[in-house]
């Protein structure tokens, strides 16, 4: 069993910045391969940055060069650095680890002026 949670989500300007974690309890993230979706009202969930076992990541085309995916295996959490955010990136956010049947709650990023 893992038990996700999502934080650091919120209210941003066009171009701002948030950093979102997700802390892992019940077993390492470090040994499975880690994504961040988004979820935005009507459209599907959509896989945003992956970071493999090997620390390599991966990037959906319109967050790359944005967005940057991590995790901190001490603290057992992933991360998702946010920059020059849009209104588009207006979802929520999770983090899932793939292949497993777990999802944390999510956090609301909202991009707007």
């Known amino acids: 069993q893992v038990q996700l949670v999502e934080s650091g989500g919120g209210f941003v300007q066009p171009g701002g910045s948030l950093r979102l974690s997700c802390a892992a309890s019940?077993?390492?993230?470090?040994?499975?391969?880690m994504g961040w979706y988004r979820q935005a009202p009507g459209k599907q969930r959509e896989l945003v940055a992956t970071?493999?076992?090997?620390?390599?990541?991966d990037y959906v085309d319109s967050v790359k060069g944005r967005f940057t995916i991590s995790r901190d295996g001490a603290k057992n959490t992933l991360y998702l650095q946010m920059n020059r955010l849009k209104p588009e990136d207006t979802a929520v956010y999770l983090c899932?680890?793939?292949?497993?049947?777990?999802w944390g709650q999510g956090t609301q990023v909202t991009v707007s002026s």
């Open positions: 970071i493999f076992k090997d620390g390599t990541t």
């Open positions: 019940g077993s390492s993230n470090s040994v499975y391969i």
């Open positions: 899932h680890p793939l292949g497993l049947p777990y």
